[in-house]
C-alpha cells in the first residue's frame, strides 16, 4: 500500500540521457520517498491518496545549486554604469562591484537580508525548485559570514525547500585587508574555516585575477578538506588560470562558471567527478563572448549543471527556467543536457545523492508543468507552467 500516488501524467524521471521519459506514467510515494514509477498501466493496486495530475508533466524538483540569494542592497545603478560602458572588472577595482554589496551586506541585520531573500527564494519554489544552494561571501568577515549562512538556513526553516548553505568568505579582500590578500586568505583559512562547521555544508572560493591566487585558494581548500568540508570553485570565469585543474585535483564537487576553461583542466575535472556548473545568467549580462567549451565537457563527459548565479552583481537573475532557455540559445545545450543541469547534475554538484532522479528510494521531490513536452521547459523565455510543487511527498 503507497502513501500516495500521481496519475494522469507524463514523467521525465532523468534517469538516462533521453531524460528517462515515461508516457502515460504513474509515480507512487511511501514514508517521503518514491516507491515506485513507471507506465500506469503497471501500477501495483493500493494507494491511500491519489492526486490527478491533468496531464501535467512530472520532473524531478528543481534544483538550483549555485546561488548568492542572501544579500544587502542591490547595484541596479552599478547595471546602469555598465551599460554606459563600464567593465565589470573595472568596477571591482575601483571598490565597486562585490565590495559594495559587503558594505550593504555588513550593515543589514538578520531580519532585513531574511526580509529581502523571500521574494528572490520565492519566485524560484513558485517555477518548481525544491533544493537550492546559498553562498555567503558578502560579509568577508566571520561574523558577516555566518550572519548570511544563518539566514540562509533560517530561509530553509521559512519555506518547504532544501537549503544548501556553502562558505565564501575567499570572494574578495575586504577594504580592512586592502593591499593585504593573502593575509586575508590565510585568515579565512586559519579562522573562518574551521569554525563554519555545522553552519555550512562546503566551501567555494573565486580564484580569478580580480580574487585570489590558486596558491591562495589553495590554502582555504586545505583548510575545508581538513574540517570536512568538500569544495567548489568559481573558476576561469574572467580569467584563464588553471581553475578547473585546481578544483580537480581538490576533488571539488564542481568547478563553476568555465567561460575560459581550457580543454585540460575540462578533462581534469571530468577524471575527477567535478561537476561544470554553468551560469549562463552571468555570461549574458557581462554581455561574455567567451563562452565554456560545451564541446569539449562533451568530449571527456563533463557532467554539466545549470543554475542562475542569482546575485546583485553579475547576474540578477531570478529564474531557473529563464536559465534553461539561455543554456540552450547561449551555450547551446541541448535540451536534455539543459534538464539534466537542473536536476540530476545540479544535485551531484551538490554532492546529494538522493534526489535529482525519479526512481525508487529518492526523495520525493517534484515538480509538475502544464506543458506539451519536456523541450516546452527551454523553449519559451518568460513563461511559468508550473503548476504543483511536492516536498518529500507532501
Ligand atoms: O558568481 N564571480 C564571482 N562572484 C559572483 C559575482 C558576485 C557579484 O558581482 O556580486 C558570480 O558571478
Ligand atoms: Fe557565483
Known sequence: ???????????????????????????????????????????????TRTHDCAGAWLLPGLIDCHTHLVFGGDRAAEFEQRLGGAGYAEIARAGGGILSTVRATRAADEAELRQAALPRLDGLLAEGVTTIEIKSGYGLDLENEFKQLRVARALGEARRVTVRTTLLAAHATPDEYAGRRAEYARHVARDIVPQAVGLADAVDAFADAIAFTNEETGWVFDAARAA?????????????????????????????????ANEAGIAAMAAAGTVAVLLPGAALTLRETAHPDVDAMRRHGTRMALSTDMNPGSSPARSLLLMLNLGCSLFRLTVPEALLGVTRHAAAALGLADRGVLAPGMRADLALFAINRPADLCYWMGANPCVGRVVAGA
Open 1 to 47: 500500500m503507497f502513501d500516495a500516488v500521481w496519475l494522469n501524467c507524463h514523467a521525465a524521471t532523468m534517469a538516462d540521457a533521453a531524460l528517462g521519459v515515461v508516457e502515460d506514467a504513474a509515480v507512487a510515494v511511501t514514508g517521503g520517498r518514491i516507491a515506485w514509477v513507471g507506465p500506469r498501466a503497471a501500477l501495483p493496486a493500493g494507494a
Open 228 to 260: 570536512g568540508l568538500p569544495v567548489k570553485l568559481h573558476a576561469d570565469q574572467l580569467t584563464d588560470q588553471g581553475g578547473p585543474a585546481l578544483a580537480a585535483a581538490h576533488g571539488a564537487m564542481s568547478g563553476d562558471h568555465l567561460e575560459r
